[in-house]
């Protein structure tokens, strides 16, 4: 027998040139093409099953495709079998594979009327002249027929044939209990492509601009299928290429969203998926909160069976892109529910920052906020898990001098772009070299020396190498004289008010708040660096105290307030230069105003309508309605007596009046009181 026996130039199939097309375009993938040489070129490994998983449109059918071109050159007779292509039963699986025989073999007998023991004993009689692989495309919908596959026909198979299935999903059950299947069988996941693979492949598109590359990159993450679609936009050449790609995002998620939610088979799940879309982590009782109904197991477990759902270590999560392109085309297509359902998720870590002051949960709080600009700088798709702060001490001390001394010897403009996939909208950092070396001159190791080695963290990598340096003051007694002395900080710490200064003069080893003074970087453009460490001052928000910041970067500006910092009236100052005025600014979260703080994003009723609610749940009068809004905002007895003009023994009798219909013991409970109800 001889495989694709007497076929000549001329008598190509147009299969054979659709391949060859194919064969040009294929870009990438060398590890995998690497991995099936080894699964073919070598009679005694103990695999025998080579298995391809990622999410829809990552890749697998072309990379199987290649797989047989590359069969077809090394004489091996490849079986391609999609699992759509036949009915879902032992008989039809045998009857499709021996046409496929049929048709790539010079030959084919007929050895008994049993078609599987024929199809055995074809496939036998092949493999003592030629290797045999059988590749099966979308095996994760062969549910109704694995089993008999995995017992039946590959047990009985001649040993020297090999399988290779590509599916969404990592293989489970036997496939990874059983010691002796585990033996003979080969996982591999596919990736998405890196930025180098993204340029070879968009090459071919005939896009050759760097910056057209690099935002197509960042839209699509790398995915193929979805830069094929996107490289699609480049058919209008009198237009920008960033404005074709955001004005064909609705186009293309709602293409992707339907491949990928190919595998959901019903409304319910679907509208699970949206919930857990509009989360980045998401576990049984988040979902149940947003969609304001119970959940169950089996239908949460679901959930998790999807290919595109990986588990993280606060939950669960979708790939990324999926997440992103649910999302938008949710927002798309239905912005009602797409609104309603990011309020809830803000809500949910809302109340639960109240109650538990979880970094994580006010992190995630600001996440479903919304804001792109906050999203995008401090929420990178995938936070490098593995990189880490590390405390100075007199130990690692010479690694801060180090660092200072690499940054003189590289000195640099910082440029840096933060992109939103939401909006196809890059936010951009700059600091000008003029900037960095002024910094420089302004802040060193002996900065670091004088406040106390614990102002500083060096960021580090899972191989110890330092990312970046981190310099937060704790103000206290200790710092506050150096603090008002110091340039970029001394503009308002030397101008307090004895008040002031007094509620700052807290003991050494404590802190009445913070002063961020510097977040800097061993390679300026790296935005994992950056995200990571602005990640990482959201536990300052529970600090229980002020946090002040003094920067001329319009970039910090606009982000400080976006979170809501206020700026300080006559602490603007020059220490960067005269053409740079660098404004300062504070957020008070000191005791009992994080609730009040954080409430002021969610809201969404006029305050009307929210003092409505209070008078009405509590019965308050006017007077006591007065108090309530003035505790709110933080005032003390005095300061609401001297608003009122009343005396301060009167303001203490209608608070006492007011914690007792409020069924509270004190204003914090009062204020969570309130902040759960509006």
Not at 179 to 199: G, S
Not at 204 to 231: C, D, M, N, V
Request: aromatic share 12%; charged share 25%.
């Amino acid at each position: 027998m001889e495989v694709n026996k007497g076929i000549t130039t001329e008598q190509k199939r147009m299969d054979d040139i659709i391949n060859e097309f194919e064969g040009e375009l294929f870009v990438g993938r060398k590890k995998e093409i690497e991995i099936f040489r080894q699964h073919t070129e070598s009679s005694h490994h103990d695999a025998k099953v080579l298995h391809i998983y990622g999410t829809g449109g990552i890749g697998k059918t072309y990379l199987l495709s290649e797989y047989s071109r590359i069969a077809e050159q090394d004489g091996i007779l490849f079986l391609m079998i999609s699992s759509e292509d036949f009915h879902h039963t032992p008989s039809g699986f045998v009857e499709y594979l021996c046409s496929l025989i049929e048709m790539k073999i010079s030959q084919f007998q007929y050895h008994t009327t049993n078609m599987l023991q024929n199809c055995f004993q074809n496939l036998a009689d092949i493999a003592r002249e030629h290797k045999i692989i059988i590749a099966i495309d979308t095996y994760e919908k062969m549910d109704d027929l694995k089993r008999w596959l995995r017992q039946v026909f590959i047990r009985n198979i001649d040993a020297n044939i090999l399988f290779i299935f590509a599916g969404r999903k990592k293989l489970k059950g036997e496939w990874k209990e059983s010691p002796a299947w585990r033996r003979v069988t080969k996982q591999v996941e596919l990736k998405d492509f890196t930025l180098e693979q993204t340029n070879t492949y968009l090459s071919h598109y005939g896009i050759k601009s760097k910056r057209h590359i690099k935002s197509l990159w960042q839209f699509t993450e790398g995915h193929p299928l979805t830069l094929s679609l996107a490289a699609i936009t480049d058919e209008k050449p009198e237009l920008d290429p960033a404005l074709q790609l955001t004005e064909s995002i609705p186009q293309i998620l709602i293409e992707l969203t339907k491949r990928w939610l190919q595998e959901v088979e019903n409304e319910d799940l679907q509208n699970l998926i949206e919930a857990a879309a509009i989360l980045q982590n998401f576990n049984q009782m988040c979902l149940s909160s947003i969609l304001n109904q119970k959940i169950s197991m089996t239908k949460f477990n679901e959930l998790l069976s999807l290919s595109f759902i990986k588990q993280t270590r606060n939950g669960w999560a979708m790939h990324d892109l999926i997440r992103d392109s649910i999302r938008i085309e949710l927002k798309h297509r239905n912005p009602e529910h797409f609104e309603l359902l990011s309020e809830r998720s803000a809500a949910f870590y809302y109340h639960r920052t109240v109650s538990t002051r979880s970094s994580y949960d006010i992190a995630q709080f600001f996440y479903h906020l919304g804001d792109e600009f906050i999203q995008s700088a401090f929420f990178q798709d995938s936070i490098d898990t593995s990189l880490y702060f590390e405390p100075v001490a007199s130990y690692n001390f010479h690694e801060v001098a180090a660092f200072f001394e690499h940054k003189k010897n590289h000195l640099t403009k910082s440029d840096v772009q933060f992109y939103s996939r939401g909006s196809n909208t890059s936010y951009h950092f700059h600091a000008s070299l003029r900037h960095n070396k002024k910094e420089l001159e302004l802040m060193d190791k002996e900065y670091i020396k004088k406040m106390g080695y614990n102002v500083a963290q060096l960021l580090k990598n899972e191989h110890g190498e330092t990312l970046g340096l981190s310099v937060l003051v704790p103000i206290n007694k200790h710092t506050l004289e150096h603090l008002s002395k110091e340039p970029v900080s001394r503009a308002y710490f030397s101008r307090l008010t004895g008040t002031d200064k007094k509620s700052f003069s807290v003991s050494d080893g404590s802190n009445a708040g913070w002063f961020i003074r510097m977040l800097d970087y061993a390679n300026p453009s790296d935005t994992a660096a950056r995200s990571f460490s602005l990640y990482n001052l959201f536990p300052l928000l529970l600090s229980g105290g002020k946090i002040i910041v003094s920067t001329p970067l319009p970039f910090f500006q606009d982000l400080l307030k976006n979170f809501g910092f206020q700026e300080i009236p006559n602490a603007l100052h020059y220490d960067y230069g005269e053409d740079y005025p660098s404004p300062t600014y504070l957020l008070d979260v000191s005791g009992a105003k994080l609730a009040v703080y954080l409430k002021q994003f969610t809201a969404k009723a006029s305050e009307s309508n929210q003092i409505e609610i209070i008078t009405k749940t509590f019965s308050f009068t006017e007077r006591e309605v007065d108090i309530v809004r003035l505790i709110l905002d933080g005032r003390s007895n005095a300061a609401i007596a001297n608003q009122l003009f009343v005396a301060e023994v009167t303001v203490k009798k209608h608070i006492s009046r007011i914690l007792a219909k409020a069924r509270v013991k004190n204003r914090t409970q009062l204020i969570k009181r309130i902040m759960d109800i509006i």
